[in-house]
């Protein structure tokens, strides 16, 4: 399943998939701007510090999934003779 981030906008909400995001633009206490691959942008109503910890936590645990599937053994196949 691809994970979204979901970020409040002035007129609704917007769903994004983290790794598309290039930046987080501050332009004040209470809203963003998010610049996104392909020079799409997305005004969030909500502060720039929320919209990052949210995209952090994402990749945090999309690090974690990996790190975990590449300790599983890979056509091991244990006290095989």
Known sequence: MIPFV???TKTG????RPERVVA???ADSEQCMILMTD??????????????ARL???AR??????SH??????GHV????
């Open 6 to 8: 979901i970020v409040k």
């Open 39 to 52: 020079g799409v942008t997305i005004a969030a109503a909500e502060p720039a510090e929320d919209v990052v």
């Open 61 to 66: 645990d999309e690090d974690e999934a990996l």
């Open 13 to 16: 909400f917007a769903y994004l």
């Open 24 to 26: 987080v633009n501050a």
């Open 78 to 81: 244990p006290n095989r003779d």
């Open 56 to 58: 952090e936590a994402e």
């Open 69 to 74: 599937k590449e300790r599983e053994p890979h």
